[in-house]
């Protein structure tokens, strides 16, 4: 089955504990990205990978790292969680393969809680 | 800065109702709009948008894009309980980024 998986689904943390959001996809797309959603801001991108090797970051990327080794993985890390940072988090994928191809799958989402 | 507006921001009906959600849109180099469905989870891809004028249509759900006025509505007809959901409108612009800009969503609730 064709999909984008996360983990954990939840998590609750403490101030400046590291941690890592996973995210796999299996659908061979070159291009994914992070998302926060909010309540009252609605979904914001944190950072983005256009290939292996190749980040940049979105609108949000304060406090957060993401590395693309390989095709199918994409990791958020937090260095140093802030209470900010409690937010859903999702993963999305997409193929860049042309016009009209760039519809994002989404990961079913990280519930972040820090205190 | 691309910017994407959703009207109304809620909406409650009742069953066999037909309701019109709206997204307008600010975008440099528009390549295309999404619309997707979220209940209590990820966000579920429903209509991609990328030519004025065609409606796409998937069973009670159908979306028109309008490039000119810069605009889309999705149509849901006969709405049933199981419509109700966060309904979001999203645009890719142009560049190296393939970011999808969101609006905050119209929250639908279909009562019985």
């Known amino acids: 089955e064709a999909q984008v998986t996360q983990n954990p689904r939840y998590l609750i943390t403490v101030t400046g504990k590291k941690l890592t959001v996973t995210c796999s996809q299996n659908?061979?797309?070159?291009?994914m990205s992070w998302y926060r959603q909010d309540p009252g801001l609605g979904l914001r991108q944190i950072y983005y990978?256009?290939?292996?090797?190749?980040?940049d970051k979105g609108d949000v990327p304060e406090g957060y790292k993401v590395s693309r080794k390989e095709k199918r993985n994409f990791p958020l890390i937090l260095e140093s969680p802030s209470p900010n940072q409690t937010s859903l988090y999702f993963c999305?994928?997409?193929?860049?393969?042309?016009?009209?191809?760039?519809?994002?799958?989404f990961g079913p989402g990280t519930r972040l809680l820090v205190l | 800065e691309d910017k994407v507006v959703q009207s109304p921001l809620s909406l409650v009906v009742h069953e066999g109702d037909t309701v019109t959600l709206n997204c307008s849109y600010e975008?440099?180099?528009?390549?295309?709009l999404l619309w997707y469905k979220q209940e209590k989870k990820a966000p579920t891809f429903l209509f991609m948008l990328?030519?004025?004028?065609i409606e796409k249509k998937s069973g009670r759900l159908s979306s028109i894009l309008d490039k000119k006025e810069l605009f889309s509505i999705l149509n849901i007809t006969a709405t049933q309980t199981g419509d109700s959901a966060i309904y979001l409108c999203?645009?890719?612009?142009?560049?190296?980024?393939?970011?999808?800009?969101f609006g905050k969503g119209t929250l639908l609730t279909v009562n019985p």
């Open positions: 659908m061979n797309h070159e291009y």
């Open positions: 999203a645009v890719v612009g142009g560049g190296s980024n393939y970011k999808l800009t």
């Open positions: 975008v440099t180099n528009f390549r295309s």
């Open positions: 990328t030519s004025s004028g």
């Open positions: 990978s256009m290939n292996v090797e190749v980040t």
């Open positions: 999305a994928s997409s193929k860049l393969a042309g016009a009209g191809q760039e519809t994002q799958y």
